[in-house]
T-cell receptor, first 113, second 108 residues
Framework: KAGVTQTPRYLIKTRGQQVTLSCSPI?????VSWYQQTPGQGLQFLFE???????NKGNFPGRFSGRQFSNSRSEMNVSTLELGDSALYLC????????????FGPGTRLTVT | GQQLNQSPQSMFIQEGEDVSMNCTSS?????WLWYKQDPGEGPVLLIA?????ELTSNGRLTAQFGITRKDSFLNISASIPSDVGIYFC????????FGTGTRLLVSP
């Protein structure tokens, strides 16, 4: 069974731009969560989606948004990029009823210049 | 953002040695998980713990869910070079909160 896939793997953007990251969960997994990983703050929860609905949200500004499609694929969007948004963005999927067992993708490395 | 306190921050050991790391929190969790992350990759789930006091093994790895539900530890026995990486604990109540990580280096 294929794992979680994320595209693109690497991205360079400039301040003020916006970016969209994509995540395809493991087949059969309907829950998708997004995390930001930085050396200073570690792994921080962004949001969780299940059946196209946001179920939980972390403490990030409104510039960070996401959505989930009917096939469980998910996208996250960051608008008006800031230098501090440079990070590894990780997507994780899980089975319904076992959302505590999350399986991570390889991440998208975003660099904002 | 909220993080769990994980110790030690880093360890440098010889191949064959046993390793122990732990994670503590001021909050109670109903699930504890341990992940390993290799450079350039996402974390990989190693062990999941669901009940206070639970002791679970996965090969050379053993983890325990603390009785107080505020801590967990991970032991690695007979370490090998491929154990190198960053180990994260994570506690879950309504969302997943991660530890600060333990960087493990193993010398052949």
């Amino acid at each position: 069974k294929a794992g979680v896939t994320q595209t693109p793997r690497y991205l360079i953007k400039t301040r003020g731009q916006q970016v969209t990251l994509s995540c395809s969960p493991i087949s059969g997994h309907r829950s998708v969560s997004w995390y930001q990983q930085t050396p200073g703050q570690g792994l921080q929860f962004l949001f969780e989606y299940f059946s196209e609905t946001q179920r939980n949200k972390g403490n990030f500004p409104g510039r960070f948004s996401g959505r989930q499609f009917s096939n469980s694929r998910s996208e996250m969007n960051v608008s008006t990029l800031e230098l501090g948004d440079s990070a590894l963005y990780l997507c994780a999927s899980s089975l319904e009823g076992r959302s505590y067992e999350q399986y991570f993708g390889p991440g998208t490395r975003l660099t904002v210049t | 953002g909220q993080q769990l306190n994980q110790s030690p921050q880093s360890m440098f050991i010889q191949e064959g040695e046993d390793v122990s790391m732990n994670c503590t929190s001021s909050s109670i969790f109903n699930t504890w998980l341990w992940y390993k992350q290799d450079p350039g990759e996402g974390p990989v789930l190693l062990i999941a713990l669901y009940k206070a006091g639970e002791l679970t093994s996965n090969g050379r790895l053993t983890a325990q869910f603390g009785i107080t539900r505020k801590d967990s530890f991970l032991n690695i026995s007979a370490s090998i070079p491929s154990d190198v990486g960053i180990y994260f604990c994570a506690g879950r109540f309504q969302k997943l909160v991660f530890g600060t990580g333990t960087r493990l280096l193993v010398s052949p």
